[in-house]
Each structure stands twice: as structure tokens, then as C-alpha cells.
């Protein structure tokens, strides 16, 4: 599957965003699907993730009631909604697919996006 992301910009502290990713090739209904981020000069980090029929969902402590991952696999896309904004997020922001989910990793991941980049001005 392809993984396109889109939707960073500059946002001030405490504004919203919402992130899309759209996949291609085959159906993401099968996948657990993910969102990363990576900051300058760091690793790439889990920021959130949704099981295949979008029941459950996952998240980073540091994202928990700020940031909401959803799905739409009708459409084959995946969202990120990201509310109260702050400094630390600010990040190039990946979607994956992967296998499953597991204490706070996913697994078997297969495909990335390229990465759409958030900046936060404080």
C-alpha cells in the first residue's frame, strides 16, 4: 500500500491541525494504521495508532486528550486531528501501516508515508 500525508502548515500554540493520509493500492481496512513524528535531530516516535475497524485507538502519553486518530476506510484514508498545539510538537509527521498493534508499538510495518511537516510557533 501507498501512504500519502498531507495537511502540516505553521500553526500557533494552542491552535488546531489535521493531518490526512491517503493510501493507495490496496485497501487499508486489514491494517492497523499509525502516525510518527520526528523531530529535528531525533528519532522518529509513536504518536498514535487505530485498529482496523477504527474501535480502538491508541496514543503517546504526550498526545492523550490533545490529538485524535480516525479512520476512514470507505474512503482509505486516515486522519490525525490535533487540538492545543504546542512547541514540542512540531515535527515531520509520517502515517504507516502495519500489522498490529502492541504496547505501544506497531508492528509489521510495511509502508510509510513521506511526511508532512508541522511547525509551532510559540
Known amino acids: 500500500v501507498q501512504l500519502q500525508a498531507s495537511g502540516g502548515g505553521l500553526v500557533q500554540a494552542g491552535g488546531s491541525l489535521r493531518l490526512s493520509c491517503a493510501a493507495s493500492?490496496?485497501?487499508?481496512?486489514?491494517?492497523?494504521m499509525g502516525w510518527f513524528r520526528q523531530a529535528p535531530g531525533k528519532e522518529r516516535n509513536f504518536v498514535a495508532a487505530?485498529?482496523?475497524?477504527?474501535?480502538?485507538?491508541f496514543y503517546t502519553a504526550s498526545v492523550k486528550g490533545r490529538f485524535t486518530i480516525s479512520r476512514d476506510n470507505a474512503k482509505n484514508k486516515v486522519y490525525l486531528q490535533m487540538n492545543s498545539l504546542k512547541p514540542e510538537d512540531a515535527a515531520v509527521y509520517y502515517c504507516?501501516?502495519?500489522?498490529?498493534?502492541?504496547?505501544?508499538?506497531?508492528?509489521?510495518?510495511?509502508?510509510w508515508g513521506q511526511g508532512t511537516l508541522v511547525t509551532v510557533s510559540s
Open positions: 493500492g490496496r485497501p487499508i481496512s486489514r491494517y492497523v
Open positions: 504507516a501501516a502495519g500489522e498490529r498493534y502492541y504496547n505501544g508499538r506497531i508492528e509489521g510495518i510495511g509502508s
Open positions: 487505530v485498529s482496523g475497524g477504527g474501535i480502538s485507538t
